[in-house]
């Protein structure tokens, strides 16, 4: 061994040290293909190792479903920015965070190019107020906003963006539970701007999302109580967002469905007049409770 | 000769620490994987931390498609080469009978293009093999959505 080449070593070590095997699909038509003809699985499948990991969607995800669904810009449904004062919890400023966001994909996706500044500035307040504020830094997204007011795509792009880093912000400092609370808030709004723009316009496709939407409800509230032990406000929004579970499941045309259904991914139930009326009333209590902290 | 062996024993320790330690991050996996999402939006993803034991195990990934909203999911590895097939279900592993929608790929290759007629919940199933016990990895699913036009940014 040559004593001399320690220089050598060491560069040899720090490339060890931060040097890690990552790899990915790739988009080169190696792809593995959908099964045309699924197969049934039909063995007795071994039951998994542990919890699933459960996957939620993005709110502006959510936002483009809705609007696909001829979702109506409505002056004056979203949570007024002043209201960003009253939130003094990190609780509160992380939900509230999750509703400025549906508020600012709603305000995007309909052309409305102030308010969405707005919701932006909101956004970046109460993620500043969280210790999360470089997210709208890198890559000089809130920059890159601005300068793509008139263009809907690019600004979608641009919150899809923001969206991955506070993902991995969140990842990396080991704030999954935030991001929870965040996706809690984000949901509720969401659902109550659905619920409103159904109850001026009476559109039944809006009603046909709102159903959709609460397909994955409960695994929201799987999500944050797999946190709950993180943060004591969590139990809180887990007694919201499961009342709306409650309400919803109790209906009747729901009831009858899944007694109907083999299985989570049967057929969706159809909510009579008064049932959405219920699950609007619900839904409107959860967030007004939600915005006024 | 003191510091060549205050080196190797850097070394080793660093080693061990990975290993015994090294549930891996999302920000680097991310940063591989993104591109294979393009045209799509990033939505999400779900990391899944793998610790090998001398017998197989399958790691399940709950994941919600809405009907007619178009979707990719680009799989990445991270610190691992063991071969880990994906078998995705529209059942999860309770039921009796399920379909299996997608086969033939491995988490270090697989994309998941869909489109599904209604909102399904998917059961996507990682089939982790035997290994060296205690060794370490994770297996990330990006998601990216698209509703038809893709973004193009100034």
Redo the contacts between chains.
Sequence with gaps: MNFKNIKTIRTLFAAFAVFTIVSCGQDNGSEAQDNEQPVVDSNKTEESTGAATVSLPSPLQIASIFKRSGLVYIEGLTNPVSNITNYSSNSSKAVNLGVYSSDMAYCVLNKQNQNSINYLKSSRELANQLGMGSIFETGGISTRFESNLSKEDSLASIIAELQMQSDLFLEENELEHVSAIIFAGAWVESMYIGTKVYEKTNNEKVTSRIVEQMTISNNIVKVLKSHETKDPSIAGIITNLQSINDTYSNFESVKKTAAANEDENGDSPTLSKEEIKMLITKIDEVRNKMIKE | ?K??LK?IA??LL?INVSESFGQ???????K???G?LKPF????????DISFTDKP????????A????KYRM????????EVVP??I?????????????????TV???????TPA????Y?I?YEVPASTPNKKGCVL???G?S?A??????
């Design positions: 000769m510091n060549f080196y850097a070394i660093i891996c991050k999302a920000k680097q996996i991310v591989e994987g993104r294979g939006f990033y939505d999400g993803y779900a990391l899944s195990q399958k790691i399940e990934v709950e994941f919600t809405f009907a007619k909203q680009v799989f990445c590895t991270s610190d691992f080469t994906i078998n279900y529209d059942k999860s592993s309770r039921a009796k009978v399920r379909n299996n929608v997608f086969t033939n790929g270090q290759k697989a994309i998941w293009n869909l209604k909102t399904t919940t059961f199933t699913m990006l998601i959505y509703d036009s893709a973004a193009v940014e100034d």
